[in-house]
């Protein structure tokens, strides 16, 4: 089994195909260790943390540091536990059903329907009814696509759907990394499937008699969660959990962000991607700190985090067109519009952050 290195200084570049969009991870000794700990232990990871902090990203990178294939689901409020499974076409099977039902019907009232001719009507028929079969309609989703990948692909071939497609170059034969997004927006019933399924290393899809069996070992599962709702005890227990946070120290946050930007914005090996000054990306850090403290003393959410200083400097750069002057003159133009999201923010910001 490989291994991630532990070191200070490993950014991981992406695949873009959309020019002036920086796409890149920055890993910290922490997050390589909690990622190699799943690895051995053979337990998803559970990675808790304020929203933009990198999250969704660190899983990615893993993926490619790993040269394995990713996978991805986002979680909202109707997914099932079986949706990180399989997916049943229920509205395609019904439009099909309907159209069979019109062509009994025709066929019914026509004259020829017990004259000659009519064996072969019924055979039409059978075969129409077998291409209702509901193992027909059943779309292979993460986890099947991580735990088989030949019998997913077999899956997809009936339903006429794609292979997941792997702009990173990851390699399933060398196994798979599965992101399961944003997990508190479900119900319990999500994260307690999730392990049963991980659990057994099989399931059963709906209208199948054998079970989907993991061919090779477990995939890595990196799953994410804003805090917006409390997750299963038991589910926690049988997680390993990471937690990413922002430093509270004005000084500290600062650096952070700085050295977020520098590998963003001048470390990046893509030659789209506008360079920033270090002017810039020092006084938008500054920015973003200063309003970052404001709106936790009035309790404002969300708060400005990473996320929203990358998007100050991208939004400045792009703009400038490696002007570094001009990227001076306009971070103070738009900073307002990335860093004060809250109602009240603008009237009782600007006058304190300047």
């Excluded at 991805?72 to 536990?81: C, G, I, K, L, N």
């Excluded at 059963?204 to 070992?217: D, E, F, I, L």
């Excluded at 990046?268 to 003393?297: M, T």
Aim: hydrophobic content about 40%; aromatic content about 6%; overall charge neutral.
């Amino acid at each position: 089994m490989d291994f991630l290195p532990i070191t200070d200084d490993l950014v991981v570049d992406f695949f873009t195909d959309k020019d002036n969009l920086e796409t890149c991870h920055r890993f910290e000794p922490n997050q390589l260790r909690a990622i190699n700990a799943a690895l051995s232990s053979s337990r998803p990871l559970l990675v808790r943390g304020e929203p933009g902090i990198g999250k969704s990203q660190l899983a990615r990178a893993a993926a490619k540091l790993l040269g394995r294939a990713f996978l991805q689901h986002v979680v909202d409020s109707r997914t099932e536990s079986h949706d990180l499974l399989w997916h049943f076409d229920a509205v395609g099977r019904l439009a099909e059903a309907q159209v069979i039902g019109a062509l009994q019907l025709q066929f019914s009232d026509a004259p020829s329907a017990d004259g000659p001719g009519s064996d072969r009507i019924d055979v039409a028929i059978d075969a129409l009814r077998t291409r209702l079969s509901v193992g027909k309609y059943v779309h292979p989703r993460a986890l099947w696509w991580a735990f088989d990948w030949e019998s997913a692909k077999k899956q997809a071939r009936k339903v006429g759907a794609e292979e997941p497609p792997q702009p990173d170059g990851g390699q399933w034969r060398r196994g798979c990394v599965v992101l399961i997004d944003e997990i508190d927006k479900a119900e319990s019933d999500v994260p307690n499937g999730l392990l049963e399924a991980l659990g057994s290393g099989q399931f059963t899809p709906r209208g199948h008699t054998k079970p989907v069996v993991s061919t090779a070992s477990l995939p890595l599962v990196i799953i994410t969660t804003n805090e917006e709702r409390a997750l299963p005890d038991a589910f926690i227990r049988r997680c390993l959990v990471l937690h990413l946070s922002l430093p509270d120290g004005r000084q500290a946050l600062i650096d952070k962000l700085i050295e977020r930007g520098h590998a963003h914005f001048q470390q990046a090996r893509d030659s789209r991607i506008p360079r920033a000054s270090e002017k810039v990306l020092r006084k938008a850090a500054e920015l973003l700190a200063d309003d970052r403290a404001a709106a936790q003393s009035r309790n404002w959410r969300p708060l400005p985090g990473q996320a929203e200083y990358l998007d100050l400097v991208r939004a400045v750069v792009v703009q400038s067109k490696g002007d570094f002057k001009r990227q001076e003159e306009l971070i103070g133009e738009v900073d307002s519009f990335v860093l004060k999201k809250h109602p009240d923010a603008a009237r009782n910001l600007s006058g304190e952050t300047g």
